[in-house]
């Protein structure tokens, strides 16, 4: 069934509109509820990167933001308990090079910010304590970089002499010895240099110097800072273990005294803990998590409840609630940079905690009790909440987006029964006030084997049910993502071109069950593409489709199901593979990620080379007709382009099937959603080029392989 489109006004919207994108990210509430502290994003100006600054607005919306800092790289806004200060990190540059972040701070009643940490690897994740006095960080400082940062800056130090022979250059050489020594975006693993927990005496003037000092030590990467309620210990994960990927995820949770003793193991958790939240009694932890028993492809996050007493494992207060908690349906407009990351909020009373969660391609706040794990929902609509925090008098400001609007700040105040939210932030409106952006048409369909699939449809602003027009169908990635009812530039800019965008969530995709995530396991790709050919057919049954120019296109996950599609059918006029994998064997073999569990495959390829074989889009490219784009990042780590792209590029070429590569230099898995601006734009517009040739007819030269002279 399709449900009724909402008309726009103004001009089509362009792919450089994206230039002129605000993104909001890490929303922070002040301790009495009365001002929300967040990060404004936006493009640089040379179109390369981005700037982001620490802005504030009342929680009334009785006034418009403004800025509090100048920075051109400030983010993670941390409120002392009294309010009466801001700490945040401020990356700066030195020599046209990116230096580390530091802390620094800024008293909320107006005045200038100054640094509170100068260390040579920077610090990160501000926690105050209860009192306000100190503040815990993580820094991968060794007392060697102290040392050395001290000399540096000692004054009064003579300078090298001039027959003094040069230092030896640091090696650039990486011996490696870790099966996972590289992560995608970040680079190669620093294990010489683990991240700790450092605590600093909080000064109140740009004139006091406190020194930081480490309060952890040892070879193994600490987070997750949390201040005990007497504000003399500190809470915080760790995994000691050097080899973490020949075991399921765990998490170790330990408490370390500020003065004196070692940290203390309170629990070994059998999960990957995400940020926790202590109660108001400080006798309970709430974290969200996936289970890891049994192994699964798709383990739907929880809601989880530990005793710090030891009185047992933590306890899944979701048990009986079967949508993904503390996660969003995908966009490619959530913020580029500062994004930040949320906790469970414990209420006053500690009797329940409020959290995100995900049904059906919408995401909302809901209030989950203790013990019975009864939800309530706190928020409703055709949305996505991105990010939230609150009081415990029961303020809260959440980050919504939907289908027609970036991200933006609301209240919402629990006591009042019945209170409707009310809008903070308006960053995008002038913006969007001049453009003709549409809702997107809902779908419900069943597929070949009864299941219920959710799709929309994006249509053209000038769309007519008389007319024929082509067709697109987006790919999500993950596998275990979802569309939904989220802003997306990409598929509101294609069909302002004249395409119908189709944009379907087939089985494994998340916020339908822990059932329907799970069900691609060892048969991915597989009936996940039956059920995208379903939704093909169900909007071509509108009669409003010219079946003669329909196109494939998806990222990652979609990327790989792009090339299953076009080796499995030929109905496909045109595909753009992006970020893709050819081989799950190279993959396999070359990703910054293991497969040694068997989550995906039951083996790994030396051992069942039959079901790589079986499963990888490489398999059936002598059946590929369909000409194809492939677009690479080419510091993609997480689908290394050897593994994808360029294998199907090779093959193709050799088969003379209309191919061609976009490469995008220093561009990571992350290109579509914070890679450069400009190469966001290109990549939308080579993506558009492709599907006007092989669709429209446009001419092209661009892509032949001896392009017109000019």
């Known amino acids: 069934m399709l449900a009724a489109s909402t008309a726009g006004a103004g001009r089509p919207i362009a792919s450089h509109d994206l230039l002129d994108f605000v993104w909001i990210g890490d929303p922070q509430i002040s301790p009495d509820g009365t001002r929300v502290a967040f990060v404004r994003v936006v493009v640089d100006a040379r179109r390369t990167g981005y700037e982001s600054a620490i802005w504030t607005v009342p929680v009334s919306g009785a006034d418009v933001p403004h800025p509090l800092t100048s920075g051109k790289h400030d983010a993670a806004p941390r409120w002392s308990p009294d309010g009466r200060y801001l700490a945040f990190e401020r990356a700066q540059e030195k020599d046209g090079k990116p230096q580390p972040p530091q802390l620094w701070l800024l008293a909320s009643g107006g005045g200038d910010s100054f640094p509170i940490t100068d260390l040579p690897r920077g610090a990160s994740h501000a926690e105050w304590s209860t009192d306000g006095t100190q503040i815990a960080f993580l820094s991968r400082c060794t007392a060697d970089d102290l ?320 007319r024929k027009y082509p067709l697109i169908l987006d790919i999500h990635g993950g596998p275990h993502t979802a569309y939904g009812f989220v802003f997306d530039h990409e598929f509101q800019w294609l069909a302002a071109k004249g395409y119908l965008v189709l944009y379907p969530n087939p089985r494994g995709s998340t916020s339908y069950g822990q059932a329907f995530g799970n069900i691609i396991q060892y048969r991915y790709p597989g009936d996940d593409f039956k059920d995208l050919m379903a939704s093909v057919d169900e909007v071509v049954k509108q009669g409003y489709v010219d079946v003669r120019r329909l196109g494939v296109t998806g990222g990652s996950g979609g990327g790989l199901l792009t090339n299953w599609v076009i080796g499995h059918t030929s109905r496909f006029a045109a595909a753009v593979a992006q970020r893709d994998i050819a081989d799950w064997a190279d993959w396999w073999y070359s990703a910054d990620v293991t497969l040694f569990q068997a989550n995906w495959f039951r083996a790994p390829p030396f051992e069942d080379p039959a079901d790589y074989r079986a499963r990888s889009p490489i398999t059936y490219v002598t059946r590929i007709t369909t000409p194809l784009m492939l677009v690479l990042g080419e510091s993609d780590t997480r689908t290394p382009t050897g593994a994808g792209g360029e294998q199907m590029f090779r093959a193709l070429k050799y088969r003379h099937v209309p191919t061609v590569m976009v490469r995008f230099p220093e561009e990571t898995h992350e290109l579509s959603r914070s890679g450069q601006p400009r190469h966001r734009i290109e990549r939308l517009e080579h993506i558009a080029g492709w599907f006007d040739h092989w669709l429209l007819g446009a001419p092209k030269p661009e892509y032949e392989p001896a392009p017109a002279s000019p």
């Open 147 to 466: 040392a050395k940062h001290a000399a540096a800056r000692a004054p009064g130090a003579p300078p090298p002499r001039a027959t003094r022979a040069a230092p030896a250059a640091e090696s650039d050489v990486h011996v490696v010895t870790q099966a996972v020594y590289r992560t995608n975006a970040e680079g190669y693993i620093d294990f010489a240099h683990p991240e700790h927990v450092w605590l600093l005496t909080v000064p109140h003037s740009a004139d006091d110097h406190p020194l930081p000092r480490p309060l952890t030590h040892g070879r193994f990467d600490d987070k997750h800072i949390l201040w005990a309620r007497d504000g003399k210990r500190v809470y915080f994960t760790s995994l000691h273990v050097d080899e973490p990927y020949y075991q399921l995820p765990q998490t170790e949770l330990y408490v370390q005294g500020v003065d004196e003793g070692q940290a203390v193991k309170v629990a070994t958790l059998p999960m990957a803990m995400g940020p926790p939240a202590l109660s108001p009694d400080g006798a309970q932890l709430a974290f969200v998590a996936e289970p890891t028993r049994p192994v699964n492809s798709y383990s739907q996050p929880k809601l989880w409840v530990l005793d710090l007493a030891g009185a047992g494992p933590p306890r899944d207060l979701t048990s009986r609630f079967d949508w993904e908690v503390g996660a969003s349906v995908l966009g490619d407009n959530a913020p580029p940079r500062a994004a930040g990351s949320h906790a469970p909020l414990w209420t006053a009373d500690g009797r329940a905690l409020i959290e995100s969660y995900s049904k059906q391609g919408r995401t909302q706040l809901g209030l989950f009790e203790i013990p019975t794990g009864a939800e309530r929902d706190l928020t409703s609509g055709d949305q996505a909440v991105l990010g939230f925090s609150g009081t415990s008098a029961g303020t809260l400001v959440y980050e919504s987006s939907t289908t027609t609007r970036i991200g933006e700040l609301f209240a919402l105040d629990r006591a009042q029964a019945g209170a409707a939210s009310r809008q903070l932030t308006r960053l995008n409106e002038t913006l969007f006030a001049g453009l003709d952006v549409r809702e997107p048409q809902e779908i419900w369909l069943k597929s070949f084997d009864g299941q219920r699939i959710q799709a929309w449809l994006q249509k053209p602003p000038d769309f007519d049910p008389r």
